[in-house]
Nanobody
Framework: QVQLVESGGVSVQLGGSLRLSCAAS????????AGWYRQPPGKERELVAT???????NYVDSVKGRFTISRDNAKNTVYLQMNNLKPEETAVYYC????????WGQGTQVTVSS
């Protein structure tokens, strides 16, 4: 059974940095595209960043220049480095991987206080 486990979510202050990790128990991880999404309180889930199997990346405009998505195929892990965090980025952050199927993690809470 495929599992994605996110970690790294904590409470930080305005302007702080965090690195989220998502470890995936899938075979052929390198073939999967991956993404990070977030769901702020009372709002819908939204895309934050994606990375393809070829390591091409894409970001929502609001995080460009501050967030970096990366992957380590040897560790079956996707990362999201988040810098200069803002209170409005408080959310549950989810990762997913997708190839023939799409799988989601359980989410990790990020809280940014002012």
């Amino acid at each position: 059974q495929v599992q994605l486990v996110e970690s790294g979510g904590v409470s930080v202050q305005l302007g702080g940095s965090l690195r989220l990790s998502c470890a995936a128990s899938v075979s052929f991880f390198g073939w999967y595209g991956a993404g990070w999404y977030r769901q702020p309180p009372g709002k819908e889930r939204e895309l934050v960043a994606t990375i393809t199997s070829g390591r091409s990346t894409n970001y929502v405009d609001s995080v460009k220049g501050r967030f970096t998505i990366s992957r380590d195929n040897a560790k079956n892990t996707v990362y999201l480095q988040m810098n200069n965090l803002k209170p409005e980025e408080t959310a549950v952050y989810y990762c997913n991987v997708r190839w023939k199927d799409t799988y989601w993690g359980q989410g990790t809470q990020v809280t940014v206080s002012s």
